[in-house]
């Protein structure tokens, strides 16, 4: 089965994807997701100069060997542009495998371990009662597990916290990104967030009960000893996870957090090999592996570093914010169905433009994600739709602490 075109097709519907078509000479097509928030065009150009020429030909059977040959042919590893790129590749060749053999794609890694995938979603406000009308809404909507991110006094814009409700009331979910030449700056500061989260997760707890599983992303902001201490501080409150609590590529920082709560963490969502995870894993530093699919390689090295973290009792809790395009979330659906260690899943709802482009079968009931049992993926590209909304400049935001330095954002 000869890979007879690739296509790399860069769309902004309601923001920017970046999504590989491949096709066989049998007409079976395959779709990949390598979306980079912010970094969109470098990964199709990766794509576009130095993959698609090496795939015509290939047996698209062939995934390992084809993952292998990208991963160690290019000499230069890692990193996430190659990862990306890499990765659309890979669900592109399971997609494509799945179709041939007439089954949804979760067959081909053993089949389904659980019935459907439980899904958490992003409640925020700038104030309690905001954040509390904010989980009413995700309850409403089926969400069984929610992410709680807020404003702080004293900083004027935050990580996660959604835009201003609509007039219909419902809150857009929140979206990082922003359509502009230039990245905005925001500020922050590290204490007066540190006084003000426990304050937030006491009044939803004393709201919705001991039961609900929450979580809270901290976004690379704090030190070792500060992750530690909110670590501790939100001890009472029972988190589900606390993600992202120090920038994570200093592996051994989780150590000290590690020591002084027994708050479990998650971590992972800008990594993209099984090495960013070496000592975490092994030592059993963190409790949630978050790399995206779109972001590690693919199915084949997420289904690697999972079963690696199985071996200690580690879960999956794979990335799903608006910037993992459907195909990224299908690809992700497949493997949280077949995994035995999975853990939730992120679901972060694509607008309606994106649905338009991106025909998707994947459904969500209940709290509930099932990726639907078409063959493949169960996604398709409808290309008319994607050129309609041509790429648009757009940045992820940075921050600046009072006196001007930059800081984690
Ligand atoms: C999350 C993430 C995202 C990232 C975004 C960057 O937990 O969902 O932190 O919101 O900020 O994916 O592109
Ligand atoms: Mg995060």
Request: with cysteine; hydrophobic share 40%.
């Amino acid at each position: 089965m000869k890979i007879r075109s690739a296509e790399v097709i860069v769309s902004s519907p309601d923001r920017n994807f970046v999504t590989l078509k491949i096709t066989t000479e049998e007409g079976i097509t395959g779709l990949g997701d390598a979306t980079l928030n912010g970094r969109e065009l470098a990964v199709s150009a990766y794509l576009e100069h130095h993959v698609v020429p090496l795939l015509i030909g290939r047996d698209a059977h062939r995934i390992e060997d084809t993952w292998q040959f990208l991963y160690r042919g290019a000499y230069w590893r890692r990193g996430p542009v190659t990862m990306a790129a890499i990765a659309a590749v890979d669900v592109a060749l399971w997609d494509i495998k799945a179709k041939a053999a007439g089954m949804p794609l979760y067959q081909l890694l053993g089949g389904a371990s659980r019935t459907a995938v439980r899904a958490y979603g992003h409640a925020s406000g700038r104030d309690i009662p905001e954040i509390l009308d904010s989980v009413r809404e995700h309850l409403e909507l089926g969400y069984k597990s929610i992410r709680i991110q807020t404003a702080v006094p004293g900083i004027n814009a935050v990580y996660g916290v959604a835009a201003q409700p609509t007039a219909g009331g419902v809150r857009y979910d929140y979206e990082p990104a922003q359509r502009a030449a230039l990245p905005a700056e925001e500020d922050w500061d590290s204490r007066a967030y540190l006084r003000h989260i426990p304050t937030v997760f006491e009044a939803v707890r004393s709201e919705f009960g001991p039961e609900l599983p929450l979580l809270h992303d901290g976004h690379h902001r704090m030190t070792p000893i500060q992750a530690a201490r909110l670590g501790k501080s939100l001890e009472p409150y029972d988190l589900f996870w606390l993600e992202d609590c120090t920038p994570a590529e200093n592996q051994d920082a989780l150590r000290l957090v590690r020591q002084h709560t027994t708050t479990p963490l998650a971590i992972g969502e800008v990594f993209n090999t099984v090495w960013d995870y070496q000592t975490l894993i092994r030592e059993q530093l963190i409790d949630y592996v978050r790399s995206a699919v779109t972001h590690t390689g693919g199915i084949s090295a997420m289904k690697k570093i999972l079963d690696y973290a199985a071996q200690y009792q580690i879960k999956s809790g794979i990335h799903g914010p608006t910037d993992i395009s459907p195909v990224g979330m299908a690809a992700a659906l497949h493997l949280d169905l077949a995994i035995h260690n999975f853990g939730i899943q992120e679901y972060m709802r694509h607008g309606d433009l994106t649905n338009e482009v991106f025909e998707q079968s994947f459904t969500f009931v209940d709290g509930y994600l099932h990726p639907g049992d078409k063959p493949g993926l169960g996604v398709e590209l409808n290309l008319e739709a994607a050129a309609a909304h041509p790429y648009e400049p757009a940045y992820l935001p940075f921050n600046r602490l009072k006196d001007g330095t930059i800081h984690d954002w």
